[in-house]
């Protein structure tokens, strides 16, 4: 039955990748903010724990969670460099036209303007400045993040000055990356009334015919006809 045909959103290897991409976000936001906010009660029941121990323990564990979020990211650099499936993914991602349109018509539509709900291809502009962000939030870490991990080497090339600059950077968007998560993804993947309690591909690689009628039906469209050509041929 068509009610039970299932479209891949996300292949196993996006799932990893999306998996590695979380689990190393969090610990660095837990890791990070812990240092910044020692006196914080969620801070000093960690420390409670660990022990006398608790603050080396926070620098190895951030700077291992680091080191995953580059890995999985030079995997993600290779897989849309090279792998045909990652190529069309980010060209999926890509800005267009239609994406002002959409944005224009979402805010007429939520302001109670329009009746008509804009119909999203794979990638919704939500999807495609999410995506975006994560790229250039991920580089503006990873950069300031080294300069401050390496501190002994960088000190003589960028001053006190530079070190304090490069500490504000990493703060600052540390902040921004963790609201973004917070209060934009986490809606639109556990809150939005399309897909609650819960939006699954993530997890399971799969939407139902009816999600996508809902969040993709251009994409689901476009899946269709490509089904119905090549059952022609």
Do not use: C
Not at 11 to 30: G, M, P
Not at 81 to 90: A, H, P, Q, T
Not at 199 to 214: D, F, I, P, Q, T
């Amino acid at each position: 039955m068509k009610s039970e045909e299932k479209y891949l959103r996300m292949s196993f290897s996006e799932r990893i990748q999306h998996f590695l991409l979380l689990t190393s976000f969090i610990v660095l936001v837990y890791t990070g903010f812990a240092l910044k906010f020692p006196e914080a009660f969620w801070v000093k029941w960690t420390a409670y724990i660990i022990g006398e121990n608790a603050f080396e323990a926070r620098g190895i564990v951030h700077r291992v969670a680091s080191v995953v979020l580059v890995a999985v990211s030079l995997y993600h650099l290779y897989y849309i460099l090279f792998n045909e499936r990652g190529k069309k993914l980010v060209r999926d991602f890509l800005p267009a036209k239609n994406d002002i349109t959409d944005f224009r018509d979402s805010l007429k539509y939520l302001a109670g303007k329009s009746e008509n709900k804009p119909l999203f291809g794979r990638f919704s502009y939500i999807e495609k400045m999410e995506y975006w962000a994560v790229v250039w939030g991920t580089v503006i870490m990873g950069l300031t993040g080294v300069i401050l991990w390496f501190e002994n080497f960088f000190l003589k090339y960028v001053t006190n000055t530079g070190m304090d600059i490069a500490s504000t950077i990493h703060y600052y968007e540390a902040i921004l990356a963790s609201l973004a998560i917070v209060v934009w993804h986490f809606y639109f993947i556990f809150l939005n009334p399309d897909v609650y309690p819960m939006n699954k591909a993530w997890l399971k690689g799969y939407l139902s015919r009816e999600e996508m009628e809902k969040e993709h039906p251009l994409e689901l469209a476009e899946s269709e006809a490509l089904k119905s050509d090549e059952s022609k041929v």
